[in-house]
């Protein structure tokens, strides 16, 4: 039931991923539900750079690592690591990716709700599958241009780490109800 699986997804860490593998099968249905996303003028912004094979991970926490130690003041070895290891410890990451329609035919909020939306439609299939995920914004997305080619217009707004897990997830929490942000008119 959608409601149960909307409840039940939770943000799942590249800590609490096990060491099983993730299956490109697996990967096209996730990528499959992102491209069912609404779209204003049907620009279809979201893009997706998906990290799946080791060397591809491997790559990228070189990256993240170098870049963070490039672009950082007072480096941390325990932050570091955390960057470097959370690729590796995943089945698979993506780089959220929106493209600006050149038409500029929608404001760009639209674009990013949009994205943002897909991102929702994969979240809650991969949680179906029982692949945990979590979006994660560092301001090392600003420099993925410099790891993989980005297209005029696209931007990355972060990056989707994915991984199977063992046991159950927690129940979630908010710390207000629904009815305290709603307002019947
Ligand atoms: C746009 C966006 C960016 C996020 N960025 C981060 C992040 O950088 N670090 C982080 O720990 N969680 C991030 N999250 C995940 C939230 O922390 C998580 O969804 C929230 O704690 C609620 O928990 P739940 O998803 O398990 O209900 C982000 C979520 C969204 C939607």
């Known amino acids: 039931m959608i409601l149960d699986i909307i409840a039940s997804r939770r943000a799942v860490f590249p800590s609490q991923y096990n060491s099983e593998s993730i299956f490109k099968e697996e990967l096209e249905k996730i990528l499959g539900a992102a491209n069912w996303a609404p779209t204003h003028r049907r620009t279809e912004p979201w893009r997706f750079k998906v990290f799946h094979s080791e060397t591809s991970r491997k790559e990228l926490s070189g990256f993240l690592?170098?870049?963070?130690?490039?672009?950082?003041e007072k480096v941390s070895e325990v932050k570091l690591k955390k960057i470097k290891d959370k690729p590796l410890q995943s089945g698979c990451v993506m780089a959220i990716c929106m493209q600006r329609d050149p038409k500029e035919s929608v404001p760009e909020w639209e674009e990013i709700a949009s994205t943002a939306m897909a991102v929702q439609n994969m979240w809650l299939a991969a949680h179906s599958l029982k692949i945990g995920c979590?979006?994660?914004s560092p301001s090392l997305k600003d420099h993925m241009g410099k790891h993989v080619p980005?297209?005029?217009?696209?931007?990355c707004l972060g990056f989707f780490y994915?991984?199977?897990y063992d046991g159950e997830?927690?129940?979630?929490?908010?710390?207000?109800?629904?009815?305290?942000?709603?307002?019947w008119m």
């Open 65 to 72: 690592g170098t870049t963070y130690q490039e672009i950082t």
């Open 169 to 183: 997830l927690p129940e979630g929490t908010r710390h207000t109800s629904i009815a305290q942000k709603t307002q």
């Open 134 to 136: 979590y979006w994660s």
């Open 162 to 164: 994915m991984g199977k």
């Open 150 to 155: 980005l297209a005029e217009g696209e931007k």
